[in-house]
């Protein structure tokens, strides 16, 4: 926020609160021709009264600069410096009229970190079982004769005791039955949940790398010259004057310009976190293989899983009655994560610019 005392036309008029008034003898200095003023710019005898530019002049202990144009604040005197080293106002100027910053930083963004849930995964039992005249696995040799013994769609797993294979069943002259294959279980995933694993931290306070002030003085007096009288710039201030917004060029007598900003506008967010597609699930079953067609007689009872086929020797043409299987474990495999990534940035706001003395 910009405060500020009397505006230069207003110290010129002298308005009430503005500036020093005149004394009489100031005044007085208007008398007869040549007027040299008497000591304290009484008027003399012959009516001559006391220089009134003199004795005004003559009250600036400080320093005479350029007024304030309209529309500007000031002169005031002017610190920035880093945020740790910002001095209290001078005793001249005690009036603090101005604070901002410069030198916005941007700081890395921390977001949260994001993880996924593992996805729902279910297991579909394999119908494509098959016996092989090969006496060798896979049993898939060229002249191999393979017989089905496959199980209904959409079985369950209980014993079932569909497309049986009598003991002794011949295939091109040798026995059908010499191994057993059992296609791979089938596996089906839903899509995984994101979630935030770790909340963010607290973010970093004053991006800012410098800090400004300008410090006004109570009332301005006039110089003979119809420039203002500011205080003397302690070491460190500048003599300047300022202006709401950062397109205005510096007006005559303050040629150095600086711009510094009251506010931040944090433009800067997190991406939502999400998943990718689920990857490495799979199933085992338990399946068993009777010579009998109600799964008492048991020939084979073995694990298979989701990732190959299986297959078993067996004896020579021996019977495969039923079969019935039972799904042992399901991995639901995982996704894996994305988001939680920092775009934008920091952007400066509500600019003034300084115009000071060299």
């Known amino acids: 926020m910009i405060t500020g005392p009397c505006l230069p036309e207003e110290i010129e008029h002298n308005l009430s609160g503005c500036g020093v008034l005149r004394d009489a003898g100031a005044d007085g200095g208007q008398g007869g021709a040549g007027g040299q003023g008497a000591a304290g710019g009484e008027a003399s005898a012959s009516g001559q009264g006391g220089a009134g530019g003199d004795m005004h002049s003559s009250l600036c202990s400080g320093q005479c600069t350029p007024p304030a144009p309209l529309g500007w604040f000031g002169p005031a005197l002017l610190w920035f410096g880093p945020p740790e080293a910002v001095p209290d106002c001078p005793a001249d100027a005690p009036t603090l009229g101005y604070e901002g910053f410069a030198d916005l930083q941007q700081p890395p963004m921390d977001c949260a970190i994001c993880a996924c849930d593992p996805p729902e995964a279910s297991c579909a039992l394999p119908t494509g079982w098959a016996a092989s005249s090969s006496a060798s696995c896979p049993g898939d040799e060229p002249g191999t004769v393979m017989t089905s013994f496959a199980a209904p769609d959409g079985w369950d797993g209980a014993c079932t005791a569909a497309n049986p294979i009598p003991e002794d069943q011949l ?46 003085a109570g009332a301005y007096t006039a110089c003979e010259d119809a420039t203002t009288c ?33 506010d931040v506008i944090d433009g800067r967010e ?19 293989v009777y010579r009998d067609a109600a799964c008492t007689d048991l020939l084979a009872s073995s694990l298979v899983s989701s990732s190959v086929p299986f297959c078993v020797v067996t004896p020579p ?35 003034s610019t300084f115009c000071c003395t060299a």
């Open 171 to 216: 295939c091109d002259g040798e026995p059908c039955v010499q191994s057993l294959t059992i296609a791979a279980p089938s596996v089906t995933t839903g899509s995984c949940t994101p979630r935030i694993d770790a909340p963010p931290p607290v973010p970093r306070l004053d991006p800012w790398a410098t800090r400004a002030r300008a410090c006004l």
């Open 270 to 288: 997190c991406t939502p976190c999400g998943c990718g597609d689920p990857t490495g699930a799979s199933c085992t079953l338990m399946a068993s």
């Open 317 to 351: 043409g021996v019977a495969l009655g039923s079969k019935s299987a039972v799904i042992a474990d399901v991995e639901p495999g995982a996704c894996a994560p994305h988001g939680g990534e920092p775009v934008g940035e920091l952007q400066a706001s509500a600019p």
């Open 230 to 262: 500011v205080p003397a710039a302690p070491s460190g201030f500048l003599t300047c004057v300022y202006h709401d917004g950062d397109d205005a060029g510096c007006p005559e007598g303050y040629a150095v310009r600086h711009v510094f900003f009251e």
